[in-house]
């Protein structure tokens, strides 16, 4: 007999979690298809699924070139010689050139002014014919882009991620305007971090800057944490003292403390110690515990056999031997869900950062993330969808090394609750 | 005299925790209280002003309104999260294959970023060409203006909150295995069928764990914040319908500087969720069967 609780017909099942993870799915797939589309695929009206890129050959190479526009009508290209326009491509109707003059017409005041130049016919464009240009992956590429009038045939479509989109990204999330425009490994180069001396010249706020902030606030915030609330779970679970019970009640009090109702007074205590604008206030205080963390880390404490403390006095272990010798090494699943929460937490937090760090050199990847899409305001999606996805990337990579302490780690806070 | 050591180890043990909870929990949370009654913008010291702040909350159409919103918003998603949650984990929980890899793609959206999370929606919820307005037109529904609509923003909100149900999800699952097998033993020699199991012995047995997730759910309902500083920057668009408490809070504190009418909204909310909390624990004792 089937122990199964819901088992009708195990196959049947499949059905609806299919579904169910196809709908789930559908947005990721979504983030990634459109951070690898070229910009002018972006937005398009019906949204197209797969990255396409539209090129042409010449001379035996491809480039690649912008969606093709219809010309419409019988056109001729030609090379000015004389008058304002000298020296100008124009696209002019085949009818206004004939013995070689053109035929130009120009907005003068609000009048239309039409005057016969001199001109050089450089290629007939009947009507059949397609205006593309030259594809450039930045914006900020100073090269100019030709434009060329070519057949429909010659116009070629593949699908193919733009995969520069991640280095545009980068680039676009770089504070400085100016700096845009250089290259990605002078970029680097020349990015600031936690340790360079704030304004110190040739350096430029980028994508990296906010990465190294995350990672180092991560850093210190998940080894104070893991430590001090090691620690004081320890005196709340392995040493019998009048007052424990008591504090520990407490512990579990100040987890129902929102933080919205802190910020306030936190934000007056830390610009009093000057720490606003630095990133300290978001993990000195890792360094003196968190309840929930102290609470996981003593349930787990509790767990361990009373003996092994016992004789570890007998042998002459002080306390804080104990502590450090015996139960730490023991400890060291509980210790790393305590880690891996804590990182989360700092690594998706964005309140505390939006509130703490008010120079740009300070912000968190998360704060940068969302200056940059706040200005960019509704377009370039292709390179906002990049940024998240690098956003996203280190915690659904640590997600996949360490998938059953994060399981376990939920499964438990669920049940102790 | 040992006791006396023991004592001594024990406060040395706890002396972090003591210095942090007073300074990063006890004294903000009393000094909210006093800004609360003070005209405060932090870069002046406060001045005494009694209650006015709270005279003028209760009277703050602003305030009302958002708290209007948070309500909404809180019991939506709370509604949605625990029903796709708890419908998934009892989906997973049937012994099939591939549990593993089900399980970590309904997990996954749960660990984004929210500011990434609310990027990528901003993105699918655009109104003219947004992917979801497109899958809605290709079964026949003329999909609604979402984030720019103020009748379906906060259901926009509210259906993202759902996509990362795989949180609760997982706490789900890992009660509904602890249930033990021979209930279901019991109940299927007693004949009961599918729906009486789900109903008789599956939920009443993962009750504890259903309230846990309701009030983390409710908890966390109340202070949401990023997802619509993110899509609105800040300032709850539109028509205010995405104007959610503590983004008034933070408006009101950090942009208008009224730190301490700012506080006594926080006094409010404070006490809003401690109410919460005592009513969810109330219901629980009472519905919820903790014997195993």
Known sequence: MSANPLNRSRTLVHLPLVLLALAFLFPLIWLVLTSLQPREQVGKIPPEWLPRRHFIEENGHEIFVTPPEAVGSDKVLVLVEEGIDRGNRVLIPAAAFSDGRAALQRQEADQLVEERVRAKLVQSVPKNYVFV?????????????????????????????????????????????????????????????????????????????????????????????????????YGLSRVVWKGREALFGMTLATMMIPFPVLMVPLYSVFRALGWVGTLMPLWVPSFFGSAFSIFLLRQFFLTLPKELSEAARIDGCSEFQIFWRVILPLAKPALSVVALFQFLFVYNDFLGPLIFLTEPDTFTMALGLQQYQSQEGGSEWHLLMAASCMLSAPVIALFFFTQRTFIQGISTTGMKG | MSTQNDLKNGLIFSSPWLIGSVVFLGYPLAAALYYSFTDYSVLLPPVFVGVENYIELFQDELAYKSLYNTVVFAFGSVVLSLFTSLVLALLLNNQ??????????????????????????????????????????????????????????????????????????????????????????????DGAGFWQRLFHVTLPTISPVIFFNLLMGFIGGFQVFTQAFVMTGGSGAPEQSTLFYVLQLYNVGFNDLRMGYACAMAWVLFIIIFCLTMVVMRLSKRFVSYDR
Request: aromatic share 10%.
């Open chain 2, 96 to 189: 099939i294959r591939g549990i593993t890899l089900y399980r970590t793609v309904f997990f996954l959206p749960s660990l984004m970023p929210m500011v990434a999370s609310s990027i990528l929606w901003m993105w699918m919820y655009s109104g003219e060409g947004g992917i979801i307005n497109t899958a809605l037109a290709a079964v026949g529904i003329d999909g609604p203006a979402w984030l720019a609509d103020p009748q379906w923003a906060k259901s926009a909100i509210i259906i993202m909150a759902a996509w990362g149900a795989g949180h609760a999800m997982v706490i789900f699952l890992a009660g509904l295995q602890d249930v033990p097998t021979s209930l279901y033993e019991a109940a299927i020699i």
């Open chain 1, 133 to 233: 240009k030259e594809w450039h992956l930045s914006k900020y590429d100073k090269r100019p882009a030709r434009g060329l009038y070519v057949t429909p045939e010659s116009v070629k479509v593949r699908v193919e991620p733009v995969a520069g989109n991640y280095g545009e990204s980068i680039r676009s999330l770089t504070a400085g305007e100016d700096d845009k425009a250089l290259g990605l490994g002078e970029l680097v180069a020349r990015t600031s971090f936690p340790w360079t001396e704030r304004s110190s010249p040739g350096h430029t706020i980028t994508f990296i800057t906010y990465l190294s902030n995350t990672m180092l606030v991560a850093l210190l915030s998940v080894i104070g944490t893991t430590l001090s609330s090691a620690w004081v779970a």
